[in-house]
Structure formats: C-alpha cells, structure tokens
C-alpha cells in the first residue's frame, strides 16, 4: 500500500470511523443542519443543543465513505463548548490542513486528516460534517418537541 | 472469440500507468474508452472537412454534410432502423429522454393518465417522467424490482397489474446500470403494445454490448448514449418510429429546423431536422458511425459473448471475498457485463479509493439509482463494468486488490 494511502487512512481516522463518537440523533437538539455531497451520495446530519452561544451538546448521524464518517465524529469531539467564531477558527484551521497537509503544532486530533490533501477529490468528505455544524450553528432555533421525560 | 491482445492494441488509453500500477479501466458502465480509428475520424474531420453542414455549397461543407448524413445512415443500419430519418442526435441519453418526455410528454399526458417506469430506471430515465407527470396532470407509477437484493428482476405479474389502458407511456431501461439485470425489452413493447402504450427503451447499457434490433424490439422511442459504445462524448441518438416522429412538435426552435419563417409563425422542417435546431454535434456525429464500424467489424454477438464470460467469473471471483454483497441476478443467472457489490463495514468510496492505488478504475456510489439504492437500505454500491477489452485477468487483479481493502479495514 502507497504511503499516500497509509497517511490517508491513519489509525485515528480507522477507529473513528468504527467507533463513531456522538452519533445519532440528540433528543434535546435546538438546531440541526444537514449537509450531503450529492455526486458521492454521502450525507451527514448534525444536532446541536446550544447553550447561549455555546455549543452544550452535539451529535452527527449519516453514511459515507470513512473519511466523511471520522470527520464528522472527530468534529463534534472538538467543537463542543465552543463558539460560532471558535468553531469558525478551528474549521479554518482544519480547511487549511486537508488542503495543505500542513498542521500547526498545537493542533493534534485534526493533524490526523493531513493526509487528504494527497486526494483533492476526498477533500468535500472531510468537510462535510464541519459545513453541516456550521450550518446547524447558523440556523434558527427549532422548537424543541421532547416532552419531560423521567429520568432515573 | 474475441482477439483481445489485437483489440487493445487499438485503445491508445489502456497503454498508460496508473499510480505505478498499469491501468485497469472497469469503468465502462459509466463511459467506455475509445479506439484509434474514433480518435483519429475527429481529426480528421477538424483537420480536412470541418464546415458547417446543409446550407452550404461549398466543397468542405458538402463533404462535412455527406458524413454527418453518412453517419446517420450508418446508425440507422446499427439498431437496424427501417429509415436514417428516424434517426435524431442529441447530446446523449439524457437529453434524448428529456425530448421524449418534454415534446411527446406536453402533446399527449392529460390528467388521469399514467406513465409507467420501474424501480430500477437511472435518474436519467426518470427524473424527466416526474416533471411530464408534474406537468400533464398524469401520475408516474412504477413497475417493482423483486428481491432483497433487486435479483429477481422486475415484477412481470405487477407488470401486467399496472399496465391498464391509462398507461400511456412505459419508459423502462434495458439494462440496469446498477443492477446488471437484462430486462425482456421486446416483451415489455408488446405488453405495452396491447394496451395502447407507447414504448421508451433506455439502452444506454445495452447499445454497444449486444446485437440491437429497433423493429424486432418492437419500439417506439430508444435513447442511446455514442460515449458508451466506443464513441466520442456529447454525442447521443433518439431514435424514433417515423409515424410517431411525423406528428410530434419539435421541442428546441430556431435554424436548421425550419422550412418557412414569416415575422408571424414558422413551419418545420420533418424528422429528424426538425428535432435538431442550431449547428449540430458534426464530428461527433461522424466518428460515431465509425465506432458503428468498429463494433460490428469485432460482431457485438461476440463482445455479448466476452462480457457475458467476464461478468460470470466475476461472480464466482467476488463471491470468495469475505462480506460481500453482490446486487442483481444470481450467479448463473443472466446477467450483463457489470457486477455492483458492498461491504457493511466498508464504504464504496474507500474501496475505490483503495483500487485506485491499484491502478483499476471502479465506480463507487449510488450510480444515479438513489430511489433503487434506499429501496435495497444501501447508501451505494462499488461497480466493476467490463467491456470488450477486459480480461480475465484484469478480474483477477479485481478481487486481490478488494481482498486487501477489506483485509485492512478489518473485514473477515
């Protein structure tokens, strides 16, 4: 296997994308964008509970290629607590390292996706679930439906 | 048999390195590659005859209108037409669908009539039937596909069921381009025959894999792609029974299409000019009657023949990597020269990726059949689609190269 593959493939991004983080839908969700790349069919949804202008809670759920699947997942582990402008900043940061496959230092997790600059053509997959965020961060509250439930 | 060594000879592309690795194109569903002789007729044309063809006198255009009307002529004896002037080009498929629908679609649908298509049909074949329904008022039902995994081919009892008088229309595909499913397309003409329903065969698929007779299918309309079969891109055919052709309304206006023009009105030419409003596609058209030559130099009953041995072993090849999913006909069934598969636990778009690396161009994803692909609960599938340069052992280099991607993401 070439080491372009290897470096695509990382071991971060395999257990992420087997053991998705936060997946599924968020009952308690007050926004939701979903995003899809229609010429490869992948589709990701995002759920977020914000707190103020934070994000309190975050979930994704979809299909897709490996990479759109850990993205995503790695995205919603790194964004919560944060900002509109944080996460904006931190997209920024993770744009520029599936585009140039250079990672400033201080960023470690989303390092991992350095590799997709290799494959122009996967760059859309890796950003998929941050626009979904992004989106669901900018989209008007939704009326939550959930009723009380009791909780032990 | 076919002289595979010789044939690949003539297809300049296959000759090349992919990522280190020589080139293994089975990609053909989506478009095939082309031959020397195609190549070298659109050179020829933009080098020696390129002109403006039908209204001009001189030399360069007299011989540029000669081999697009010749390249008419030629398709016409390719799908064994009764007359060139059923013969319509458009720039594919799809836009021989999308005049099918719009012109005879906006002449003929009222409210409560029914156009039928089936479960299987590409975005191509029935995306354009959604917007005539939309249009006329008429409702779009759809023929059902049998099986968890679409292999028992489309419900024929369902067929006769759905097919009432109200149908006006059957727009169905010969081939499925996901599913590999060889539909009876002279049966569904006659079915539809008898109650009054006009036939549209999507042969996208089929076109330049099998002999291809229009008369003994039986039908009305056949939208082909030139790209699948050898043949240049933006290039495509609607073939059309010239008593249906006669009375339809052209759906593009404007030059070339007209006998009469006043400040007031206008008056068309007939069929096929009347169908074909602006400056043509003239090369394309013309290398398309050449890739006609080159096909039936070869006799597409042995390429079926050649497709037919691939897409068998294929199956039985596949059928050994541990959790795969083949979609369509069993083995042993009829089946076309594609084979579309998935793993659960590996996505189609890290397979291709993977292959990639190994030099084979696969397709990966929903193949323009998402209604099809949620029906069989798959986000997509990986396809392999051969063609008349393929060979046994390019599928050999299939399974070993999927055999690793599997092995890597843990599959076993």
């Known amino acids: ?152 | 048999m076919l002289d595979l060594q010789k044939i690949r000879a003539d297809f300049p592309i296959l000759h090349q390195q992919v990522h280190g690795k020589p080139l293994v194109y089975l990609d053909n569903g989506a478009t095939s590659q082309k031959p020397r002789a195609v190549i070298d007729a659109l050179v020829h044309y933009y080098e020696r005859d390129n002109s403006n063809v039908h209204r001009g006198l001189h030399a360069l255009s007299m011989r540029a209108t000669d081999a697009y009307e010749g390249a008419r002529t030629r398709i016409a004896k390719f799908i064994h037409a009764a007359d060139p002037a059923e013969i319509i080009f458009t720039r594919g498929t799809t836009e021989s669908i999308n005049l099918v629908a719009r012109s005879w679609g906006h002449a003929h649908l009222q409210p409560g009539d029914i156009v039928l298509t089936t479960e299987i049909e590409h975005h191509s074949n029935l995306v354009p039937w959604q917007q005539a329904a939309r249009a006329s008022g008429a409702t779009l039902q759809y023929v059902p596909v049998l099986g968890a995994d679409g292999e028992g081919g489309l419900d024929l009892a369902a067929l006769d069921r759905l097919l009432t008088p109200q149908v006006k229309l059957f727009a169905f595909t010969h081939i499925s381009n996901t599913l590999g499913t060889v539909n009876p397309a002279a049966e569904f003409c006659r079915r539809a025959r008898a109650v009054g329903a006009v036939t549209v065969i999507d042969a996208a698929q089929s076109i330049g894999h099998a002999p291809f007779d229009v008369q003994a299918l039986g039908a009305d309309f056949v939208a082909f792609s030139g790209h699948k079969m050898c043949g240049p891109t933006g290039i495509g055919v609607l073939y059309g029974r010239r008593a249906l052709l006669d009375k339809l309304a052209p759906d593009e206006t404007g030059g070339g299409m007209v006998s009469q023009v006043t400040y007031e009105d206008a008056r068309w030419k007939p069929a096929p000019e009347r169908f074909e409003a602006g400056t043509p596609n003239i090369a394309d058209a013309i290398a398309l009657g050449v890739a006609c030559d080159y096909l039936d130099a070869l006799g597409r009953d042995q390429i079926a023949a050649h497709d037919a041995v691939l897409a068998q072993l294929a199956m039985e090849k596949l059928s050994t990597l541990p959790g795969i999913r083949i979609i369509g006909p069993r083995a042993g069934a009829e089946r076309s020269g594609l084979v579309s598969f998935s793993f659960a636990e590996v996505h189609a778009h890290d397979i291709v990726t993977f292959a990639d690396e190994d030099g084979l161009a696969l397709r990966g994803g929903h193949h323009c059949n998402q209604p099809l692909m949620r029906k069989l609960g798959l986000t997509g599938t990986t396809r392999a689609s051969f063609y008349l340069y393929n060979t046994e052992e390019e599928i050999d280099l299939l399974v070993a190269s999927l055999r690793r991607t599997v092995k890597f993401f843990g599959v076993t």
């Not at chain 1, 402008?85 to 520029?96: C, G, R, S, T, W």
């Not at chain 1, 390292?97 to 600059?117: K, M, N, Q, R």
Request: charged share 20%; aromatic share 6%; net charge negative.
């Open chain 1, 1 to 152: 296997m070439s080491a372009d593959l290897t470096e695509l493939y990382q071991q971060v991004i395999l257990d992420h994308n087997r053991r998705p983080r936060n997946r599924g839908k968020l009952p308690t969700a007050n926004r939701v964008a979903h995003g899809d790349n229609p010429t490869c069919g992948d589709q990701c949804s995002v759920y977020l509970r914000m707190d103020g202008d934070r994000i309190a809670e975050i979930s994704f759920d979809g299909s897709g290629c490996a990479i759109s699947q850990a993205s995503a997942s790695l995205m919603t582990t790194q964004v919560k607590g944060k900002t509109a402008p944080e996460v904006q900043a931190l997209y920024k940061n993770f744009h520029d390292i599936v585009t140039t496959g250079h990672a400033p230092e201080e960023i470690s997790d989303l390092a991992a996706f350095a590799g997709v600059h290799s494959f122009p053509a996967r760059i859309k997959c890796a950003t998929l679930g941050w626009h979904a965020a992004i989106e669901a961060m900018k989209s008007d509250p939704m009326p939550t439906t959930t009723t009380e439930s009791h909780v032990d």
